[in-house]
Structures are given as C-alpha cells and as structure tokens.
C-alpha cells in the first residue's frame, strides 16, 4: 500500500508543473508564518496577514483539481502540510539554539531576540490547527470542486469561476472554522458567535483576492489541457483529458 501510493505521487509530481507545487507549498509556509501578526482585529472580523497569500493555495488547488482531479488537488495538499510540517520543525529547532538573531545588535534588546525566537518556534496549539484546518479544507475543497465540475458540460472560464468560487467559499469557511475552534475557541475564549463571523467574514474576503487572479488561473489550465500536460497521470487513472 505504501509503495503503490509512493508511486502514485511519483507519477504526479512529474506531470503536474513545478512551479505550480512550488507555489501551492511556499504559499502555504509563508501564510502559516505570517499568520503570527494581526491584520484587522474587530468584533466581527479578526484577520492575520497570512490571509494575504492564503488564496494563492486555494486557487492553486482549483487549477490541480480542474485538470487532474480532487484526489491529486488533495494529495498535493498532504505534501504541501508535511513540508510545512519539516520547516515548522526546524523552525523550532533553530529557535533552540544559543545564537542572537541579527535584529538583536541592532536593537540590543534581549527582548527582541527572544520574541523572534517563540515567532519562528511556534505554538503547537497553532501548528496543530492549521494544519488539521488545511487538511480539512482541501478535501471540502477539492471534492466539491471536482463534484460541480462533473455537472458542468461547458469548458469556459465562467464554469471554472463557479466551481472555483463555490469550492472556495466553501473551503475557506472550513479552514477559518476548524482554526478558530481548535485554537481561537479552546485557548482565546472566543464565543462561537465569534468564530462563526468571522469565519464567513473571512472566508468572504479570502475570496475577494481568489477572484482577482482567478483568470491568470483558468489561462494556465487551459494552456495545460492544449499541450497534453499530465497526460500520462490522467491515462493512469482514468480521468477525462478535460473536465
């Protein structure tokens, strides 16, 4: 079983383009890094700045999932939260050692140096939430994705942004939710009138910025589907040329 599914992804990474996979995992270290500062604070809507490329994800998912199917969108997915897995831990490793970070001889505040350290080390509270919240929301995501798509006869960029911002919306709002339940909820005491708002009001906004580039996306789906482009993983397991 193991070695089928080490296989399986073998074949994968070698159609799907790199620096599509590139940009899903970077996207999703850097949004779990930046999600260490607020962005907006409200009683209705509380943002942090990982939000800013948390999209970029979600869209690289919906291109994955429009030519290769959800199972390949989520197993990308498994990959991209094992890396940040390994680079949380080495994170946290480094955040170990005896050495000053390079703002400390500029500011010569111990301080400093040790808020640099539990940023970069993390909470495990925090890790573990997002990483079961983007689990959970790439499944959602992609299989509901993948599920409208089978109901759509047209290859147009208007079925690709319905599928798309369906799924999204949908996914988005799952990720705020199981975060904020497990971390926001459990350990900040929010109310659950709270992490249901601003779950939507966020998954409102993550939206707003899928929809900007969503046409950047559909582009580079279709220039896949014309050059034959993951050819051999479709024939492998069946999937349509184009969905």
């Not at 000053?100 to 505040?109: C, I, K, L, V």
């Not at 709270?194 to 939206?207: D, F, K, P, R």
């Not at 580039?213 to 050819?231: H, K, N, Q, T, Y």
Request: hydrophobic residues 50%; aromatic residues 12%; glycine residues 8%.
């Amino acid at each position: 079983m193991l070695k089928r599914t080490l296989e399986d992804y073998k074949v994968l990474l070698r159609n799907i383009p790199s620096g599509t996979v590139t940009l899903f995992v970077v996207s999703v270290i850097v949004m779990n890094l930046l999600a260490n500062k607020e962005l907006v604070s409200l009683p209705w809507l509380a943002l942090d700045c990982g939000i800013t490329v948390s999209w970029v994800s979600f869209l690289c998912m919906d291109m994955i999932c429009k030519r290769f199917g959800a199972n390949a969108s989520i197993k990308v997915s498994v990959l991209a939260e094992a890396i940040n897995l390994a680079v949380c831990l080495l994170f946290w490793l480094m955040s170990l050692t005896p050495g000053m970070w390079g703002a400390y001889y500029s500011t010569d505040s111990i301080q400093v140096n040790d808020a640099l350290n539990a940023t970069f080390g993390g909470t495990w509270y925090v890790v573990f939430g997002s990483t079961v919240s983007m689990l959970c929301s790439s499944v959602a995501n992609s299989l509901l994705n993948e599920g409208i798509g089978r109901r759509l006869k047209k290859n147009t960029f208007g079925t690709f942004a319905l599928r798309s911002y369906v799924s999204t919306m949908v996914g988005q709002f799952v990720d705020n939710f199981v975060f904020a339940t497990i971390v926001s909820h459990t350990f900040f005491g929010w109310t659950w009138a709270q992490v249901v708002m601003c779950s939507l009001t966020g998954a409102l906004v993550e939206l707003a910025c899928e929809v900007f580039l969503s046409p950047v996306g559909f582009r580079v789906v279709r220039s896949w589907e014309r050059e034959g482009v993951g050819e051999n993983y479709l024939r492998l397991h069946g999937v349509e040329a184009t969905r």
